[in-house]
């Protein structure tokens, strides 16, 4: 048997064509996408990039809530006031998922105002709780892993972070050279990436992902991250890759390298790790890995020391359902990984559904109707008729209907602004068929009714069968009327009887 195989690769053109379609924006920046669906993205506050969105359209919209922290000591502060009031809510934060412990029906719900031991400083106007022990947690995990790091140094060891979320490596870059200062320690501290000159460089002239303190700093003339005096007084080392001269050259151990992959798979982690996974005084410090065995297989026997921690990168069961009743969503998506986890049997203020990965999920609709956006000037030279029976004012209007921004806009011909002149006559209204069996009658036309079914299925389907003098077939329906005789005159003659009984618009 032969076989043959066919690897596609993509040419520099390709990868260019591919950037020209990717679109950036701002936090709370409106983009339009084919005129119909508006997207705005808001701050999750976990990391520079990480977002919530809205996507809005003509029959309503939908909120997508992805992992989100309401405290960061670096990151700008969780948008969740932005997400408010939506047709629908997708929750996709699935970092509960190792939380241990589960919450039954009405715990997870607090009194937004019960704390009052606490300052109004470390709680928002909607109550949730945002004191100062997140922000401890971070500081001393930092502290910790830093403090490891440099006993690691000492001990003669070399220390491996691959570089995963940018803020929280740039905090301990931070505090890292800080306590090296404290202690006397020297020792050089690589950062090695093909992207970490030009991204080092533009992480702190761009403020707009940080929170107020940090922004703060740029208005006050100091840097937004420490990195920057780092690099000028070379306390830190940027180098593309480890093959570049400048690295080659500098390199000594013991010391401190930050690098990609988080994964351990690709970068020049892979070539470092297998320098010092057989060295029990390294030291490797990951966030926290779902399979650590499985990540460092490739690396076995693994003799150094590994180092796993874990930031807030999510909202903690216990704040779930808090944050889905102040959003006040009609309905809410949840994941069915998470529905043992969370119990929202006597929540009455949304409607909850649950969805899992490949499965279409079907949502009904919240707006039956669409808005229309007219010119004030235009829609003051409307004739409405008015139909009291159908409860609804209607205008005939001749133009063009447009979509644009998510809103249906109206532009009508220059030549024809309204329904006066000599326009052709239209019907509205719903056919009663005793007024047109009576009208039939007088006009000594035999005819006879009876209930039917129409192409749908739908059985309000009424069939009026006129003998003398004319044969006919007339099928009223709830939109629509169907006459059906092999005469044309005849047909005429019915379509006037039928005009005489319906409104005209």
């Keep these: 048997m032969e076989w043959s195989w066919v690897l596609g690769c993509l040419c520099t053109a390709d990868v260019k064509d591919c950037m020209l379609k990717i679109n950036t924006l701002n936090y709370a920046q409106e983009v339009c996408y084919n005129g119909t669906l508006v997207i705005k993205a808001f701050s999750s506050g976990v990391e520079i990039g990480s977002c919530n969105w809205i996507l809005n359209g003509?029959?309503?919209d939908i909120a997508y809530l992805s992992n989100s922290c309401f405290f960061s000591a670096h990151a700008m502060a969780f948008d969740y006031r932005s997400l408010r009031g939506t047709c629908a809510l997708i929750y996709s934060d699935f970092s509960s998922l190792s939380?241990?412990?589960?919450?039954?029906?009405?715990?997870?719900?607090?009194?937004?105002?019960?704390d009052k031991l606490l300052p109004p400083s470390f709680q928002d106007s909607d109550g949730f709780n945002l004191n100062s022990d997140e922000d401890?947690?971070?500081?001393?995990?930092l502290v910790f892993i830093c403090s490891c790091a440099i006993?690691?140094?000492?001990?003669?060891?070399?220390?491996?972070?691959?570089?995963?979320?940018?803020?929280?490596i740039l905090q301990l870059l931070?505090?890292?050279?800080?306590?090296?200062?404290?202690?006397?320690?020297?020792?050089p501290v690589y950062i090695i990436s093909s992207v970490a000159e030009e991204l080092l460089v533009w992480l702190n002239i761009i403020p707009e992902w940080l929170c107020k303190q940090r922004q703060e700093r740029l208005f006050s003339g100091e840097?937004?991250?420490?990195?920057?005096?780092?690099?000028?007084?070379?306390?830190?080392?940027?180098?593309?890759?480890?093959?570049?001269?400048?690295?080659?050259?500098?390199?000594?151990?013991?010391?401190?390298?930050?690098?990609?992959?988080?994964?351990?798979?690709?970068?020049?982690?892979?070539?470092?790790l297998r320098r010092w996974c057989g060295d029990p005084k390294s030291l490797l410090i990951l966030e926290d890995m779902e399979n650590l065995e499985l990540a460092l297989l490739p690396f076995k026997p693994v003799a150094m020391k590994v180092l796993q921690c874990l930031f807030p990168s999510g909202i903690g069961l216990q704040k779930v359902?808090?944050?889905?009743?102040?959003?006040?969503?009609?309905?809410?998506?949840?994941?069915?990984?998470?529905?043992?986890?969370?119990?929202?049997?006597?929540?009455?203020?949304?409607?909850?559904?649950y969805y899992t990965e490949a499965e279409t999920l079907k949502v009904s609709r919240q707006k039956d109707s669409s808005e229309i956006k007219i010119a004030a000037d235009l829609a003051s030279q409307f004739y409405w008729k008015t139909f009291k029976k159908e409860g609804i004012n209607v205008n005939r209007l001749k133009g063009k209907l447009l979509m644009e921004n998510g809103r249906h806009h109206l532009f009508l011909d220059n030549d024809k602004k309204t329904s006066s002149g000599n326009s052709s006559l239209l019907r509205c209204g719903l056919l009663d068929s005793n007024k047109f069996l009576a009208k039939l009658s007088k006009m000594g036309i035999n005819a006879s009714m009876e209930r039917g079914t129409d192409d749908a299925g739908s059985t309000n389907v009424r069939i009026v069968h006129t003998e003398k003098p004319y044969k006919a077939l007339i099928e009223i329906g709830n939109t629509s009327t169907a006459i059906t005789t092999v005469d044309a005159n005849v047909a005429s003659i019915l379509y006037k009887a039928i005009d005489n009984i319906l409104d005209e618009v």
């Design 99 to 114: 939380d241990t412990q589960d919450i039954e029906d009405g715990d997870n719900y607090t009194d937004p105002t019960s």
């Design 174 to 187: 931070e505090e890292m050279t800080t306590l090296l200062e404290a202690s006397a320690t020297e020792v």
């Design 151 to 168: 006993e690691c140094v000492k001990d003669g060891g070399s220390v491996l972070i691959p570089i995963n979320r940018l803020g929280t």
């Design 58 to 60: 003509p029959k309503g």
């Design 136 to 141: 401890l947690e971070e500081k001393e995990k």
């Design 223 to 272: 840097f937004l991250f420490a990195h920057v005096k780092l690099l000028k007084e070379k306390k830190i080392h940027v180098v593309p890759d480890i093959h570049s001269h400048g690295f080659l050259k500098n390199w000594r151990e013991p010391c401190i390298v930050f690098c990609p992959h988080w994964s351990l798979r690709m970068g020049p982690v892979v070539h470092l």
């Design 321 to 353: 359902q808090p944050l889905l009743k102040t959003l006040q969503p009609k309905t809410v998506l949840f994941p069915e990984d998470l529905r043992l986890k969370t119990n929202f049997s006597c929540e009455k203020s949304f409607s909850v559904s």
